[in-house]
């Protein structure tokens, strides 16, 4: 399902220009100029991602062919702001994530990335992958499968590797590494279930599946499967309790304590 949120974009921007008038043309290139989300998101990533080599003009329609050509993108976008807005209190509006939240931006240029990749334009996607890697510093393989429904919190050097699988659901908070464990081909990267919490520079490590409603604590490392409903913790992760909600990823509670 697509969520329309831009007619409450286009109004919060609208309201910060009265009292931040010096960030009108801001405010106007990036948001109040479009007619849709998916001509901002195009407008806004081609911006940052551009560089001497492909320039914004360039990139630009590529991004449009994307979102022309696949609706589940956009309806994913929609789906990640609802998540980042609900689900991080420092977000009050959906508009801070869309021009400001380089994990938000990061994951929608993946989305791209992984259209093209599906097309058989392997170079584009791996172009792409580098810049969005050098501009966010944020690792996706286009090759790897991402539901909706996802935060990315803060984002830096969050790496995904080429053959994970992502449901919906589920926080990912900075430094987490989705990797293989070296050489091995195929299938070798883990799978995330709904729900999930990923704490802050986790590691899961191989083809091992992270069930759902569990939550990782951070600094983890995660070696093999993790029980649905299970909160792990510490090198290498073992259980230490069950999650107090069925999906932590929505409640975002780090914590790990007797009510666990």
Request: glycine share 8%; net charge negative.
């Amino acid at each position: 399902m697509t969520i329309d949120l831009w007619p409450t974009i286009k109004k919060e921007i609208s309201e910060q220009v009265m009292f931040e008038p010096a960030l009108g043309t801001f405010f106007s290139r990036r948001i109040l100029q479009h007619d849709s989300l998916g001509s901002a998101l195009s407008d806004l990533l081609a911006m940052k991602l551009a560089s001497p080599d492909m320039p914004q003009s360039s990139l630009k329609p590529v991004f449009d062919e994307a979102l022309r050509n696949d609706e589940s993108i956009l309806a994913a976008t929609g789906n990640d702001l609802l998540a980042t807005r609900q689900r991080d209190p420092a977000v009050r509006f959906y508009s801070t994530a869309l021009l400001y939240f380089k994990g938000f931006q990061a994951l929608q240029a993946y989305r791209i990335g992984h259209w093209l990749w599906n097309q058989d334009r392997q170079a584009m996607a791996i172009w792409l992958q580098s810049q969005i890697s050098e501009v966010f510093t944020v690792d996706i393989h286009p090759a790897a499968r991402i539901g909706s429904g996802i935060l990315v919190d803060h984002a830096t050097g969050i790496v995904i590797g080429e053959t994970c699988v992502l449901d919906d659901n589920i926080s990912i908070m900075q430094g987490v590494t989705l990797g293989g464990t070296g050489k091995e081909t195929g299938d070798r990267h883990p799978k995330i279930k709904c729900g999930v919490l990923l704490g802050t520079g986790a590691i899961i490590i191989g083809n091992v599946t992270i069930g759902t409603g569990a939550k990782v604590a951070a600094g983890s490392v995660v070696l093999d499967n993790v029980e649905a409903h299970t909160t792990v913790a510490g090198i290498p992760a073992v259980k230490v309790g069950k999650p107090r909600a069925d999906q932590p990823a929505l409640d975002m509670n780090q914590e790990i304590n007797p009510c666990d």
